[in-house]
């Protein structure tokens, strides 16, 4: 890269000028090719010190040039051979790419390395690729320490973005290995879906062959890689753009100034090193070098700029390896510098001229160095101490006839908090294709909120199904790997993205049903209080008579009672009406229930002792059935005192009976005394039905024992039916059925016992007369 001489001679030149560093020395440098040096890749440079006049006093330099220091790269194979520079003497400086082999002290002891570490170099890769929602990207590496140490840091950030890894192709550096080779790398990376691609290593190796024949042959993908590779990309050997778009990291650091207006000044006829004009006019179109074609071009004017090459070929900033080479030469001046200080101190004679040889500033700790350059920069020779992780991210740019152009469009920093690391200027990036559209990289497409994301069996947990949530979960974002269960007083929208409040809801007044219920209620109290009151008023009727009208009364009352203990299961529930709710029914239904089963022994025992004498006629004058009333009534009452004593019941909230509600609902407590109370209501029931069902065919003349039979038949059929349908009901559908059950209960003892009898006072009464009978 000619970018090197030009970075190498501002900095000499700025040095050289410089009053308060190394005055009254000149720097000066050669370039010297491969086959000075036996090197493989791009060529050495030297750093000599000459004499610049007299002027300091109490010392001279030496007259003759005297080499002190050997700048090398950007390979690692030309840098490890600065042993031999060192035996000769010379400071081994290296500005290429960081490689950890030539840490090693052992056998590199006085080497210095500019670059400072790739540290996170793979860290703000992914994080670029997070923030576009690329994660599925192939890598293409050099099969060298240098690229597997990349692979193993990108694997590790991988993990924690939620990147894979479509394909790995590790590029031997041997060129008869990799062209055995090289049809696999082709079909893996245009069978594969993904669009990004990342590029490390070595920009002179079979990594760069491998990059331009893919270019070659229309591979169109998202090029990743380091400002190295920056010459590659740029070369148009064709005129087939295959790229999505491409992006660079380069370590940040500050702009040197003066370096744009060195090269604008700066003539062909100035620039002293041996270059073919030839050659600079060729690389001006962007094309590679090729020895054949030389003499179909004309030789520039020795007068052209260099500013008039930097708009097709050379980048007008400074590349990262220009960087290191401009720091260097900073770097062996200040040692210089504070060498000749040292010296100066220690100078044992006044007026002794100063001389030292060029070996003696090997000696000098290098890694000590440090200072601040042109661009405000920190520079320090201890690679410990150096700025680690800070990139600054490019966007090359194509135009049409092959013009590109570099731009900076962010920056990543991991001193920031995670989440803010990256910065991006999202409108200086210019997308290839249709404008303005966002190029994708992924296996899957994105799991929609309302869905979580099942694994492909065997393949790469970025490639998934997308599964709905099950019932009343959730995934409010994209590409979840689990829904969320709503909490208990919530519940899933039908899109299954997030959580609606459940409403509270139990049998209220104000609902359709409860209204109703209560309508029906209240009409069949006041239906019971109008029979009631007719008894009452032709109580001394022979239908009222003959049927035990003591009796009828407390059945009457106890079925307005059984209508009104309704009313309690209605409307929001608390503990007193949840006390009442179980114990009033109980009761109630207990005296009703009695009351029929007394009538209807009176029934029986009336037909039976039609014989004077017998003992069953002292029975009936005496009353005895109507005792069955409070026996049965109290032992009812002790078992709703076991409940109330043992486990009443108490209000439940209930979130899970119903999705959209949490219905408010009283727990019956203990359910075995719960039940046992039904079932002493139904023992009660069937012995009244067994009863009456003796006497059906009995005279009927003033006769109940058909109504009380069917009464107690309607009565059973009520309550067994409520069973089943009790317990397949929830929330307030349960509540309902219960009052409902108590409703039709009671109003089956209402109509089929004493509704006949009213129709017989009321519109019959010539029936209800003794007289007529007779």
Known sequence: DYQFVLALRLATKEINRNTHLLPNITLIFWTLSDKNFDAIVLSDTLISLGKDGEGVPNYTCITKASIIAVLTGPLWSSSSRLGLYFTSGFMPIAFGSFYSILSDDEQFPYLYQMEPKDTYLASAMVSLMAHFSWNWVGLVVSDDEQGVQFLSDFRGQMKENRVCLAFVNMIPLRMQLYMTRAHIYYEQIMTSSANVVVIYGNVNSTLAESYRWWKYLGIRRIWFSTSQWDNVINQRDFNIDSSLGTFTFSHHHGEISGFKNFIQTLKLSDHSEKITLTSLGWIGFNCSVASNNFKTLKDWSSNTSFESL???????????????????????????????????????????????????????????????????????????????????????????????????????SPFFPHGQQLYLSEDMIEWVGVPHTLPSSVCSVSCSPGSRKSPQKGKATCCFDCTPCPENEISNQTDMDQCVQCPDDQYANVKQNHCIHKSVMYLAYEDPLGMSLTCMALFL????????????????????????????????????????????????????????????????????????????????????VTVPGRRLRGLLVSGAPSYIIPICTLIQLILCGVWMGTSPPFIVIDPQSELEHITIVCNKGSVTVFYCVLGYLGSLALGAFTVAFMARNLPDTFNEAKFLTFSMLVFCSVWVTFLPVYHSTKGKAMVAVEVFSILASSAGLLGCIFAPKCFIILLRSDQNSLQNFR
């Open 525 to 608: 109290t006041a239906l019971a209080v109008v029979m009631l009151g007719v008894f009452v008023k032709h109580r001394d009727t022979p239908i009222v008579k003959a049927n035990n009208r003591t009796l009828s009364y407390i059945l009457l009352l106890s079925l307005i009672f059984c209508f009104l203990c309704s009313l309690l299961f209605i409307g929001h529930p608390n503990t007193i009406t949840c006390v009442l709710q179980q114990t009033t029914f109980g009761l109630a239904f207990t005296v009703a229930v009695s009351t029929v089963l007394a009538k209807t022994l009176t029934v029986v025992l009336a037909f039976k």
């Open 310 to 412: 930097m708009w097709h070929n050379f980048n007008m900033a400074m590349s990262d390896e220009s960087y290191n080479i401009y720091n260097a030469v900073y770097a062996v001046a200040h040692s210089l510098h504070e060498m000749l200080l040292y010296h100066v101190d220690m100078q044992p004679v006044a007026g002794e001229k100063l001389k030292f040889q060029h070996w003696q500033v090997v000696w000098l700790p290098l890694y000590k160095i440090q200072f601040i350059n042109p661009a405000g920069d920190t520079v320090t020779m201890n690679q410990k101490e150096k700025p680690h992780g800070q990139y600054d991210i490019f966007n090359i740019l194509c135009f049409s006839q092959g013009l590109r152009t570099k731009v900076k469009i962010g920056e990543f």
